[in-house]
């Protein structure tokens, strides 16, 4: 007798084919979500599709169409299963046996139709009479579909068209382009199709639910229309002939430059200042545009914030409502996608204009439909977006119950991912480098009847506060705080961790770094000096200016700025940001007029600044004055945004990288203008000097007040 086992087969399993193509032309719908449910009917031949409904209890799971338009279920135990196409249009449910070991085929064909209809105008709007197009004429491509017209086509449907065709304002499903050339000219525009809202009815938790909603169905539509040279006419007379810039064209990426540039000044010192006037001064005169709709967003954050700081010490309510609405400040302000969003179309247009650059459709428009990449349900910048790809088995955590802005458990933050703080560590670098930590710190000194170290006569012996002032509280609250703050070691790790550089003085000797960004100073410096070079061809009328290296220059950037963007990265910048601007706050006191020799007749751009310098010169420090490293640090921070938080790394076209240096030209080289003036490093000269240009700021700072002691 044979002693094989002689027990029950294994049941083999079979396969779903699902193909989706449109009716009309057959063209494969990709990303079309296809679900899957099981059935109790016993004959396929049975099922009704006009009396079925879906259960979401019985949906086994969601597939989406490849390029080829087709899916596959796999590993399905034999029976009969119904598969449902979940975007526009509506379609019928299909049945499908599956039966052991074999596959099933499925085909769905929503019926679309598209069409497209090509008009011409000429230049002057006129509509031509011509069957085809010519060199400068404007042709228009109208997209129509089956139910275009009902509410449901234009809510599901979206309709997008690469440059250079651009959506008509106003009219439906339009979009235009200058016609530039003779030749072949060809219209390429996708369908985006949603998915149907009462399909997503009940599915959270079930797989493809609207936790993963997936990408919306995408079908091709495309038309081809052939442009003619125009006759050229003849001209007689004299004629006048000038030359203009190099023309380019809108990218998806200026409205996030313009936010960086204009949430960055709106966290100037100015507006901070106008801030706590409004909060605590009630004088909401200087406040103005979307900073004036955020106001009300800041004073909340206030009062939520305030019931929570509390400080361990006596007689510190003062200093403890400045540290918190500064703290609230700040926290409203760096979001650069805060709502309301930080456009100011009359400036943004004009400041566009100076630069060269055509504005295009509006930013704003252009910022949500275009640039922004939507991930699990909420939009997030593409250079986020590729972090957040990189990490598709970690879940988004979004912060619930009465702690809502408490983040514990495991996963993505949300709202760092939704809605990033855009600071620069750079700004808090410089501003250090320009002497307002130690200002600061001597006055606290000075505060506690401690002398200043290593002289005979404290230059501050005769300042007094007297305890009628409101200064002398708000600086008994500092410093008892003093313990709260990060230390000038703290910063001095994280500006080497940032961007290889670092502070010199007795205060960081022993500095031992575990990770430093030795490259940055060198690939910055290289990308200043394309710029210059570059400027100069963009200048020149008869010369069109190379992008590439540039573009290969920001490529570098990134990169080593993305890999200082760890650990401390999160938090640091926006604590020292918070602290550094109470000091400016501090120091800008009308008091400190009795107290410090200032110099009235400077015109300082703000009040704090005369201070710093006037205490350089009590205690025989840099006489470089502080407007220099002021500048360095506004603009180091915008430059560096734009580099950091841009998706330099999936751009292969200059056309990104002209604007760039087109829209940024005033940062650079007034970043160029100040580290010259600080350092005495000239980033424009021709001649080459790499040594200098990757020494340490410090450094040359250290070089040159030692020229300065030898030159009294």
């Known amino acids: 007798m044979s002693s094989k086992n002689t027990g029950a087969r294994k049941v083999r399993h079979g396969t779903v084919q699902v193909s989706v193509q449109e009716n009309a032309s057959g063209a494969a719908i990709v990303n079309a979500a296809v679900s899957l449910y099981r059935s109790t009917i016993t004959e396929c031949n049975s099922f009704d599709p006009a009396t079925w409904t879906p259960v979401p209890a019985d949906r086994l799971g969601i597939h989406w169409t490849d390029s080829s338009g087709n899916a596959a279920f796999s590993d399905l135990a034999p029976g009969n299963?119904?598969?449902?196409?979940?975007?526009?249009?509506?379609?019928?449910?299909?049945?499908?046996?599956?039966r052991a070991g074999c596959g099933a085929l499925v085909c769905f064909e929503p019926e679309l139709d598209p069409k497209v209809t090509l008009r011409f105008e000429t230049a002057d709007c006129q509509p031509s009479n011509c069957q085809t197009a010519r060199v400068s004429d404007r042709a228009f491509a109208t997209i129509s579909f089956c139910g275009d017209q009902s509410n449901e086509g234009r809510e599901l449907v979206t309709l997008v068209a690469p440059a250079p065709w651009k959506a008509v304002s106003g009219v439906d499903n339009t979009f235009s382009s200058a016609v530039r050339?003779?030749?072949?000219?060809?219209?390429?525009a996708q369908m985006l199709l949603a998915r149907r809202p009462e399909l997503m009815a009940g599915l959270a938790g079930l797989p493809g639910g609207p936790g993963g909603a997936g990408p919306g169905a995408m079908l091709a539509v495309n038309a081809a229309f052939d442009?003619?040279?125009?006759?050229p006419q003849p001209i007689s007379g004299n004629v006048g002939v000038s030359l203009t810039r190099t023309e380019t064209e809108p990218t998806e990426d200026l409205p996030l430059w313009t936010l960086i540039r204009n949430s960055t000044e709106a966290m100037s010192f100015?507006?901070?200042?106008?801030?706590?006037?409004?909060?605590?001064?009630?004088?909401?005169?200087?406040?103005?545009?979307?900073?004036?709709?955020?106001?009300?967003?800041?004073?909340?954050?206030?009062q939520q914030l305030k019931q929570r700081r509390v400080l361990p010490f006596t007689d510190s309510d003062a200093y403890r409502v400045l540290k918190v609405a500064t703290e609230a400040f700040v926290m409203v302000n760096c979001g650069v996608?805060?709502?309301?969003?930080?456009?100011?179309?009359?400036?943004?247009?004009?400041y566009l204009d100076r630069r060269d650059i055509p504005p295009g459709r509006d930013l704003e428009t252009v910022l949500r439909n275009d640039y922004l990449e939507n991930v699990d349900g909420f939009q997030t910048l593409p250079y986020l977006a590729v972090i957040r790809r990189k990490l598709p088995d970690i879940p988004i955590s979004i912060p619930r119950g009465q702690e809502g802005d408490v983040d514990l458990c495991f996963g993505?933050?949300?709202?760092?991912?939704?809605?990033?703080?855009?600071?620069?560590?750079?700004?808090?670098?410089?501003?250090?480098?320009?002497?307002?930590?130690?200002?600061m710190n001597a006055i606290t000194q000075r505060f506690q009847n401690l002398r200043a170290p290593g002289l005979a006569n404290d230059p501050l012996a005769n300042t007094e506060i007297d305890m009628l002032r409101p200064l002398n509280n708000l600086l008994w609250g500092y410093t008892q705080d003093e313990q709260h703050r990060l230390t000038v070691v703290r910063r001095n790790y994280e500006y080497d961790h940032h961007y290889g550089v670092r502070l010199d003085g007795k205060a960081v000797q022993h500095f031992?770094?575990?990770?430093?960004?030795?490259?940055?100073?060198?690939?910055?410096?290289?990308?200043?000096?394309?710029?210059?070079?570059?400027?100069?061809?963009?200048?020149?009328?008869?010369?069109?200016?190379?992008?590439?290296?540039?573009?290969?220059?920001?490529?570098?950037?990134?990169?080593i700025l993305s890999q200082g963007a760890h650990n401390q990265f999160g938090d640091l910048p926006s604590t020292a940001r918070i602290e550094m601007l109470m000091q400016q706050w501090l120091l800008a006191r009308p008091e400190f007029r009795e107290f410090l020799p200032t110099r009235v007749m400077v015109a300082y751009p703000e009040p704090?600044?005369?201070?710093?310098?006037?205490?350089?010169?009590?205690?025989?420090?840099?006489?470089?004055?502080?407007?220099?490293?002021?500048?360095?640090?506004?603009?180091?921070?915008?430059?560096?945004?734009?580099?950091?938080?841009?998706?330099?790394?999936?751009?292969?076209?200059?056309?990104?990288?002209?604007?760039?240096?087109?829209f940024w030209r005033p940062q650079v080289q007034g970043y160029i203008h100040g580290y010259r003036a600080a350092t005495g490093v000239d980033l424009s000269v021709d001649a080459v000097d790499p040594a200098a240009e990757a020494t340490l700021p410090s450094v040359l700072l250290r070089q040159r007040l030692a020229q300065q002691v030898r030159g009294v």
């Open 412 to 439: 993505i933050i949300q709202e760092k991912l939704a809605n990033p703080c855009l600071l620069e560590l750079i700004w808090s670098y410089w501003h250090e480098e320009g002497m307002l930590v130690q200002t």
């Open 81 to 98: 299963y119904v598969l449902v196409y979940e975007n526009f249009p509506r379609t019928c449910a299909q049945c499908a046996e599956v």
């Open 181 to 188: 050339r003779p030749g072949r000219h060809l219209f390429a």
């Open 270 to 302: 100015t507006n901070y200042l106008h801030f706590m006037d409004s909060l605590f001064c009630t004088d909401t005169a200087n406040v103005r545009g979307f900073e004036q709709e955020r106001f009300v967003k800041k004073a909340e954050a206030f």
């Open 337 to 350: 996608l805060n709502q309301p969003l930080a456009f100011n179309p009359a400036e943004d247009n004009a």
């Open 608 to 662: 704090w600044m005369d201070r710093v310098d006037a205490m350089k010169k009590l205690q025989g420090w840099t006489d470089t004055s502080v407007m220099h490293f002021r500048s360095l640090a506004m603009f180091g921070e915008q430059l560096l945004l734009s580099v950091r938080y841009g998706n330099w790394s999936d751009i292969y076209e200059p056309t990104q990288a002209f604007n760039w240096a087109r």
């Open 512 to 559: 031992r770094p575990a990770d430093s960004r030795s490259k940055f100073l060198e690939a910055f410096h290289h990308l200043l000096r394309l710029l210059t070079s570059f400027y100069k061809q963009d200048d020149d009328t008869t010369v069109k200016a190379d992008a590439f290296p540039v573009l290969n220059a920001l490529k570098e950037v990134h990169l």
């Open 227 to 231: 442009a003619e040279e125009r006759t």
